[in-house]
């Protein structure tokens, strides 16, 4: 009887552990919303709206982004902050993640494209509300650690390749919305002609050294595009040999 009774104990606690650990986390996943929610408030006047929608709050509360950073920075991971993933990278800050997110407008079905894998957290946060996710990375050894991590988690509409994301990924398109998250001298025309009528991108324009800008472009239905200036940001540089 004895040894049973030792071996079940020993199972409950294998069983129960992630539990424990995995509702540990949910607590600081709700707090960083609550300061997403708090930064969207402040910056209603550059945006236009002071919430971002319900689908990206609720993407944010599920992505557990713990997952997407070094180890060594897991107890940081639900601070509201950018962090280091190596290769002098970083994952965005959480309210950037959501601001862009919801920039983008993605409905369920929708083909979207993402320029700068990194971590793979903004791929998974996209996936979670899009029908397929497309997301190129330039640093090798980031895009390959971001596809087996998006893989583990069981991200089935999320394709990553590496390579030049300025030159977009024309077998996929036409998107519905397309993500640049590296800051850029401009707008790189491969992603306007892969963004289909009606579409959008979201993108920082500007250089490491001066302000840099996040951009939301429109293609309209006749194919003519605008651009809006929202607010300052600060994103590492979109690079290649473009
Ligand atoms: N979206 C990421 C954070 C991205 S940081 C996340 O959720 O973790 C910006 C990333 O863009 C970096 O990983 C950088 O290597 C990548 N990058 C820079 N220039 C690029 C280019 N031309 N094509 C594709 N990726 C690029």
Known sequence: MKPLFFWNVFLLFFWWSPLLQGSDFDAERQKML?????????TASYIGSSAFSPAVMAAMGKVERHRFVPADL???AYLNRPLPIGHGQ???QPYIVALMTDLMKVGAGDNVLEIGTGSGYQAAILAELAGSVYSIEIIEALGKEAENRLQLLG??????RVGDGYYGWPEAAPFDAIMVTAAASHVPPPLIQQLKPGGRIVIPLGTQFLTQFLMLVEKKQDG??????LLPVRFVPLTGGH
């Open 74 to 76: 897991v107890d940081q």
């Open 224 to 229: 003519s595009v605008t651009t809006r200036q």
């Open 34 to 42: 609550k300061e997403v929610q708090i930064d969207a408030t402040e």
């Open 155 to 160: 991200y089935r509409n999320v394709k990553t």
């Open 90 to 92: 970083t994952i965005s």
